[in-house]
Protein backbone atom coordinates (compact mmCIF):
# COMPACT_ATOMS: atom_id res chain seq x y z
CA UNK A 1 0.00 0.00 0.00
CA UNK A 2 2.86 1.93 0.37
CA UNK A 3 3.68 2.03 -3.04
CA UNK A 4 4.22 4.51 -6.02
CA UNK A 5 3.94 2.92 -9.46
CA UNK A 6 5.80 5.24 -12.13
CA UNK A 7 5.83 4.92 -16.22
CA UNK A 8 7.26 4.73 -18.53
CA UNK A 9 10.68 3.73 -17.29
CA UNK A 10 12.41 5.75 -20.01
CA UNK A 11 11.26 7.93 -22.56
CA UNK A 12 12.60 9.50 -26.02
CA UNK A 13 11.39 12.89 -27.02
CA UNK A 14 12.32 15.27 -29.88
CA UNK A 15 13.36 18.61 -28.94
CA UNK A 16 10.50 20.72 -28.80
CA UNK A 17 8.05 17.94 -28.25
CA UNK A 18 6.06 17.21 -25.23
CA UNK A 19 7.38 14.58 -22.30
CA UNK A 20 4.68 12.98 -20.03
CA UNK A 21 5.25 10.70 -17.08
CA UNK A 22 2.63 9.38 -15.27
CA UNK A 23 2.52 8.00 -11.21
CA UNK A 24 0.06 5.95 -9.52
CA UNK A 25 -0.62 5.16 -5.97
CA UNK A 26 -2.50 3.69 -3.16
CA UNK A 27 -2.13 5.04 -0.16
CA UNK A 28 -4.88 7.64 0.71
CA UNK A 29 -3.18 8.97 3.25
CA UNK A 30 -0.53 10.83 0.84
CA UNK A 31 -0.61 14.26 1.01
CA UNK A 32 2.23 15.35 -0.96
CA UNK A 33 3.50 14.33 -4.60
CA UNK A 34 6.79 16.03 -5.97
CA UNK A 35 8.91 15.59 -8.47
CA UNK A 36 12.44 15.17 -8.51
CA UNK A 37 14.71 15.34 -11.36
CA UNK A 38 18.61 13.73 -11.36
CA UNK A 39 21.58 13.66 -13.29
CA UNK A 40 23.97 11.02 -13.71
CA UNK A 41 26.67 11.21 -10.65
CA UNK A 42 24.53 14.03 -8.65
CA UNK A 43 21.11 13.86 -6.18
CA UNK A 44 18.17 14.00 -6.75
CA UNK A 45 16.70 17.81 -7.20
CA UNK A 46 13.21 19.13 -6.41
CA UNK A 47 11.84 19.98 -9.28
CA UNK A 48 7.70 20.83 -8.57
CA UNK A 49 5.83 19.68 -5.86
CA UNK A 50 1.67 19.62 -5.60
CA UNK A 51 -0.68 18.66 -2.39
CA UNK A 52 -4.06 17.03 -3.57
CA UNK A 53 -6.50 20.21 -3.06
CA UNK A 54 -5.56 21.19 -6.62
CA UNK A 55 -5.81 19.26 -9.59
CA UNK A 56 -2.69 21.03 -11.73
CA UNK A 57 0.49 23.21 -10.84
CA UNK A 58 2.55 24.94 -13.56
CA UNK A 59 5.91 26.41 -13.31
CA UNK A 60 7.80 27.21 -16.13
CA UNK A 61 7.96 24.29 -19.12
CA UNK A 62 6.31 21.91 -15.77
CA UNK A 63 3.04 21.04 -15.19
CA UNK A 64 1.75 18.33 -12.86
CA UNK A 65 -1.58 17.06 -13.12
CA UNK A 66 -3.23 15.03 -10.27
CA UNK A 67 -6.78 13.12 -10.59
CA UNK A 68 -6.95 12.66 -6.84
CA UNK A 69 -9.85 10.30 -7.48
CA UNK A 70 -8.08 7.90 -9.80
CA UNK A 71 -5.34 8.12 -7.86
CA UNK A 72 -2.59 9.22 -10.11
CA UNK A 73 -0.72 12.14 -11.12
CA UNK A 74 2.13 12.95 -14.07
CA UNK A 75 4.82 15.61 -14.76
CA UNK A 76 4.31 16.95 -18.42
CA UNK A 77 6.91 19.23 -19.73
CA UNK A 78 6.44 21.41 -22.52
CA UNK A 79 9.08 22.35 -25.42
CA UNK A 80 11.50 19.65 -24.32
CA UNK A 81 15.23 20.97 -24.45
CA UNK A 82 18.09 18.02 -24.36
CA UNK A 83 18.66 19.65 -21.24
CA UNK A 84 16.16 18.33 -19.54
CA UNK A 85 17.40 14.85 -20.63
CA UNK A 86 18.12 13.13 -16.93
CA UNK A 87 15.92 10.73 -14.70
CA UNK A 88 12.36 11.86 -13.47
CA UNK A 89 11.24 10.36 -10.05
CA UNK A 90 7.16 10.94 -8.56
CA UNK A 91 7.26 10.39 -4.67
CA UNK A 92 5.15 10.93 -2.34
CA UNK A 93 4.53 11.58 1.62
CA UNK A 94 2.31 12.22 4.30
CA UNK A 95 3.62 15.10 6.00
CA UNK A 96 2.19 15.03 9.42
CA UNK A 97 4.13 11.41 9.49
CA UNK A 98 7.74 12.09 9.37
CA UNK A 99 7.37 12.99 5.44
CA UNK A 100 9.59 10.57 4.41
CA UNK A 101 9.48 9.92 0.80
CA UNK A 102 7.99 7.39 -1.29
CA UNK A 103 9.70 7.03 -4.49
CA UNK A 104 8.88 5.40 -8.06
CA UNK A 105 11.16 3.45 -10.02
CA UNK A 106 12.35 6.65 -12.22
CA UNK A 107 12.00 7.75 -15.98
CA UNK A 108 15.17 8.06 -17.86
CA UNK A 109 14.09 11.04 -20.27
CA UNK A 110 16.26 11.43 -23.57
CA UNK A 111 15.63 14.50 -25.14
CA UNK A 112 17.14 14.09 -28.70
CA UNK A 113 18.47 17.56 -30.63
CA UNK B 1 24.60 28.42 2.88
CA UNK B 2 26.08 25.30 1.87
CA UNK B 3 23.68 22.34 0.43
CA UNK B 4 24.02 18.85 1.84
CA UNK B 5 27.28 17.58 2.12
CA UNK B 6 28.34 13.88 2.41
CA UNK B 7 31.16 11.86 1.77
CA UNK B 8 32.97 10.53 0.90
CA UNK B 9 31.46 10.35 -2.69
CA UNK B 10 33.47 6.67 -3.44
CA UNK B 11 33.58 4.20 -1.27
CA UNK B 12 34.99 0.80 -1.84
CA UNK B 13 35.10 -1.82 0.60
CA UNK B 14 36.18 -5.60 0.54
CA UNK B 15 33.58 -8.30 1.90
CA UNK B 16 33.10 -8.23 6.31
CA UNK B 17 34.66 -4.71 6.24
CA UNK B 18 32.56 -1.48 7.80
CA UNK B 19 32.07 1.56 5.87
CA UNK B 20 30.82 4.65 7.50
CA UNK B 21 29.05 7.46 5.02
CA UNK B 22 28.89 10.82 6.62
CA UNK B 23 26.31 13.13 5.97
CA UNK B 24 26.25 17.03 6.94
CA UNK B 25 22.53 19.04 6.26
CA UNK B 26 22.03 22.33 5.31
CA UNK B 27 22.18 25.29 8.16
CA UNK B 28 19.38 25.37 10.07
CA UNK B 29 18.22 21.83 8.89
CA UNK B 30 17.96 19.48 12.20
CA UNK B 31 16.25 16.52 10.19
CA UNK B 32 17.94 14.18 7.85
CA UNK B 33 16.64 10.92 5.84
CA UNK B 34 18.90 8.13 4.80
CA UNK B 35 17.72 6.62 1.13
CA UNK B 36 19.18 3.83 -0.69
CA UNK B 37 19.25 3.66 -4.40
CA UNK B 38 20.24 0.55 -5.89
CA UNK B 39 21.64 0.17 -9.80
CA UNK B 40 18.66 1.03 -11.76
CA UNK B 41 16.22 1.52 -9.20
CA UNK B 42 14.32 4.12 -7.38
CA UNK B 43 15.42 5.77 -4.00
CA UNK B 44 14.66 3.52 -0.95
CA UNK B 45 13.84 4.99 2.45
CA UNK B 46 15.77 3.83 5.04
CA UNK B 47 15.73 5.85 8.19
CA UNK B 48 15.24 9.13 9.60
CA UNK B 49 16.53 11.35 12.54
CA UNK B 50 16.25 14.31 14.30
CA UNK B 51 19.16 15.48 16.33
CA UNK B 52 20.26 12.69 18.68
CA UNK B 53 17.19 10.79 17.98
CA UNK B 54 16.29 7.71 15.70
CA UNK B 55 12.42 9.19 14.95
CA UNK B 56 11.58 6.18 12.39
CA UNK B 57 13.66 3.40 10.77
CA UNK B 58 11.45 1.51 9.33
CA UNK B 59 13.16 1.50 6.06
CA UNK B 60 16.23 -0.32 7.80
CA UNK B 61 17.80 -4.21 7.60
CA UNK B 62 17.81 -5.53 10.65
CA UNK B 63 21.08 -6.40 11.11
CA UNK B 64 24.87 -4.81 10.19
CA UNK B 65 23.13 -1.82 9.71
CA UNK B 66 22.64 1.60 12.07
CA UNK B 67 22.76 5.13 12.32
CA UNK B 68 22.85 7.84 14.30
CA UNK B 69 22.96 11.55 14.56
CA UNK B 70 24.82 13.26 17.37
CA UNK B 71 24.51 16.41 19.03
CA UNK B 72 27.52 17.90 17.43
CA UNK B 73 28.65 16.81 13.98
CA UNK B 74 27.42 15.29 11.17
CA UNK B 75 25.01 12.43 10.90
CA UNK B 76 26.68 8.69 10.04
CA UNK B 77 25.17 5.73 8.26
CA UNK B 78 27.36 2.75 9.68
CA UNK B 79 27.38 -0.74 8.07
CA UNK B 80 28.99 -3.45 9.59
CA UNK B 81 30.69 -6.91 7.55
CA UNK B 82 29.27 -5.09 4.30
CA UNK B 83 28.16 -7.89 1.39
CA UNK B 84 28.38 -7.66 -2.08
CA UNK B 85 24.73 -6.88 -2.53
CA UNK B 86 25.33 -3.41 -0.05
CA UNK B 87 26.87 -1.84 -3.38
CA UNK B 88 24.74 1.05 -4.03
CA UNK B 89 24.28 4.57 -3.89
CA UNK B 90 23.36 6.19 -0.25
CA UNK B 91 21.88 9.73 -0.16
CA UNK B 92 20.69 11.56 2.70
CA UNK B 93 18.53 14.48 2.43
CA UNK B 94 17.72 17.15 5.19
CA UNK B 95 15.02 19.05 6.27
CA UNK B 96 14.08 22.81 7.43
CA UNK B 97 13.50 23.40 10.62
CA UNK B 98 11.07 26.44 9.98
CA UNK B 99 8.90 23.47 8.70
CA UNK B 100 7.71 22.94 5.05
CA UNK B 101 7.98 19.54 2.64
CA UNK B 102 11.42 20.06 0.28
CA UNK B 103 13.78 17.64 1.18
CA UNK B 104 17.27 18.34 -0.04
CA UNK B 105 19.44 15.53 -1.37
CA UNK B 106 23.10 15.36 -1.37
CA UNK B 107 25.32 14.17 -3.82
CA UNK B 108 25.22 10.91 -2.26
CA UNK B 109 27.77 8.34 -1.47
CA UNK B 110 28.64 5.52 -3.81
CA UNK B 111 29.39 2.04 -2.20
CA UNK B 112 31.16 -0.65 -4.40
CA UNK B 113 32.02 -3.50 -2.20
CA UNK B 114 34.52 -6.06 -3.62
Known amino acids: QQQVKQSPQSLIVQKGGISIINCAYE??????FPWYQQFPGKGPALLIAIRPDVSEKKEGRFTISFNKSAKQFSLHIMDSQPGDSATYFCAASIRTSGSRLTFGEGTQLTVNP | NAGVMQNPRHLVRRRGQEARLRCSPMKGHSHVYWYRQLPEEGLKFMVYLQKENIIDESGMPKERFSAEFPKEGPSILRIQQVVRGDSAAYFCASLSDRGGNIQYFGAGTRLSVL
Open chain 1, 27 to 32: NTAFDY
